[in-house]
């Protein structure tokens, strides 16, 4: 079989890329706690400017959208001054970059938000799992639902951030409604549970997520905007599934194709498990989309291949690959053995584990 399709250029809306291989959204905590990307990012995006697209780490679009320690913001002067570098970067390397904005909703503790404010959410159901805070690992705190007149302020930070985005240098943007987080806290009738415009019917759950996508997309272009979805994640927050997953999704997918955007990034299965893809109907909602789809999660080389030239995906998205493999695309072009960088390096700390690894591997950061 031919390797061409997954190492090929091609189009996602008005970005070119030059190859299929994604760099997937991974959380790392190397800002500072006012979200302020350190000069690290510069090499660690640098490092990894060969992939066809670069998706940033989820990026808060306010401090109320926090809910994790050291991570980046773009809501501020200081943001923006501090990610330009890296897309300078990645741009002088001849890669392309999105930054990923990112609400975290109810996946939050009191002590990441200002004053010691509750976190918001569709409906005060406290979330399962931990949150990263200064002090570890810590319970997400009890959240408090938002008011109706609320939720065009949201929608204006997503607007705001997008704004900030191209003052950056981005070449767009992607819109996180996946793993647990607000947008999909108002999708799923599991977490919402309102009886206002934004709950009940599906209509009404999807509201949110749309207004913000097109927003964000009268500032960018559709053809410069992605979506990521998690149909099926319940990892995060331990966010039970919605109760008509399928029905739900191909409604969203098929809204957003009218809005003609540039890709649909889906994590097919369970995160941080068992994958389970076979559970939903991925195909129903790429048609449904109409447009580029980003798949997303456990996919190894052959996989990746198989998908692309098969004509299953339009791009794959690799995730904890690209932590120890900066050069990622060539060993994958090339067959050659990944290196499996320590999960201590994961999130927090310094250079070691982010863009450098400590002797017998240091050859490749």
Known sequence: MSTAALFSPTRLGAIEVRNRIAMAPLTRSRADMDGVQTPLAVDYYGQRASAGLIITEATNISRQGRGYAYTPGLYTDAHVAAWKPVTDAVHAAGGRIVVQLWHVGRMSHTSLQEEGAAPVAPSAIQAGGHVFTEAGYVPPSMPRALATEEIAGIVDDYRQAARRAKDAGFDGVEVHAANGYLLEQFLRDSTNHRDDRYGGSVENRARLLLEVTAAVAEVWGADRVG??????????????????????????????????????????GQLHAGNGAD????????????????????????????????????MIAFGKPFIGNPDLVERLRTDTPLFDAP?????????????QFTAPQANVA
């Open 227 to 268: 979506l990521r979805l998690s149909p099926l994640s319940t990892a995060i927050g331990d966010t039970p599934l919605d109760s008509r997953t399928m029905e739900t999704h191909l409604y969203v997918a098929r809204r957003l194709g009218e809005l003609g955007l540039a890709y649909l990034h889906v994590v097919e």
């Open 279 to 314: 559970d939903f109907d991925v195909k129903a909602l790429r048609d449904a989309f109409g447009g580029a789809y980003l798949a997303n999660n456990g996919y190894d080389r052959q996989r990746a291949l198989d998908a692309t030239a098969g004509g299953h995906a339009d």
């Open 343 to 355: 999960t201590a390096g994961y999130f927090g700390g310094g250079a070691e584990g982010y863009t």
